[in-house]
């Protein structure tokens, strides 16, 4: 997967609170067994009509949506149903960060194996940019993974939390299979030294 480290970007807003993965991508999008695509349709129902015709009014629909990399999220992103599709679908349009107040589990732990960075503030960060946004679209906020820092335009700074082992993968654009296999020389070193402990061909 792709590298993050430093993101500084644009921002849209979608603040509805306790959206469900069905939402993010309707169940019907998942029959497929790879990411390609799904960015189309990410948000599907909120974001066309019924005829297939885009919402001109919809975020994503618009060039402003479709330049910012991160989406700013109301509380409770992501309940509901466990789909990796729902944030290879976020991916797939172009964000590479959500922030939110809180999210689901699941998605968030999703969301991390894939290399979407969820980023968690407080609830006064979470206004302040909702504000920044509806006053000056084109405000920019950046995300040091790194540093766990959320960047603002006035300067302050705001640590978001994230476990250490999926950062480390995020910053080195390694899934877990990529992981243990940058492991593969220790784990052959161990295995040669250390009697098997259950023989499988008997």
Same mark, same amino acid.
């Given at each position: 997967m792709e590298k993050f480290t430093k993101l500084t970007a644009t921002m849209i807003?979608?603040?509805? &609170?306790?959206?469900?993965?069905?939402?993010?991508?309707?169940?019907?999008?998942?029959?497929?067994?790879?990411k390609q695509g799904l960015g189309d349709?990410?948000?599907? %129902?909120?974001?066309?009509? #019924?005829? $297939?015709?885009? @919402? #001109?009014?919809?975020?994503?629909?618009? %060039?402003?949506?479709?330049?910012?990399?991160?989406?700013?999220? $109301?509380?409770?992103?992501?309940? $509901?149903?466990?789909?990796e599709h729902a944030p290879w679908a976020i991916m797939g349009y172009g964000f590479r960060a959500v922030i939110s107040t809180s999210f689901a589990d699941i998605f968030r732990n999703n969301s991390l194996k894939l290399g979407l960075l969820p980023v968690i503030v407080? %609830? &006064?960060?979470?206004w302040q940019l909702k504000s920044l946004i509806e006053e000056e679209p084109n405000t920019t906020?950046? !995300?040091?993974?790194? @540093? +766990?820092? *959320? !960047?603002?335009?006035? $300067? @302050?700074?705001?640590?978001?939390? !994230?476990d250490p082992f999926s950062k480390t993968c !995020?910053?080195?654009?390694? %899934? +877990? *299979?990529?992981?243990? +296999?940058?492991h593969a020389p220790s784990i052959a070193a161990y295995e040669t030294t250390h009697p098997e402990r259950v023989n499988t061909l008997k």
């Open positions: 807003v979608i603040p509805t &609170e306790n959206i469900d993965t069905d939402q993010i991508i309707p169940a019907r999008f998942l029959k497929v067994t790879d349709a990410l948000f599907f %129902d909120w974001r066309y009509h #019924a005829d $297939g015709s885009p @919402r #001109a009014d919809f975020i994503l629909n618009t %060039d402003h949506g479709r330049q910012a990399k991160i989406l700013v999220a $109301g509380d409770n992103f992501g309940c $509901g149903s466990s789909r407080d %609830d &006064e960060t979470h906020v950046s !995300i040091d993974l790194e @540093r +766990q820092k *959320l !960047i603002l335009p006035d $300067g @302050r700074q705001v640590e978001f939390p !994230i !995020i910053l080195n654009g390694l %899934d +877990q *299979l990529g992981y243990l +296999q940058g």
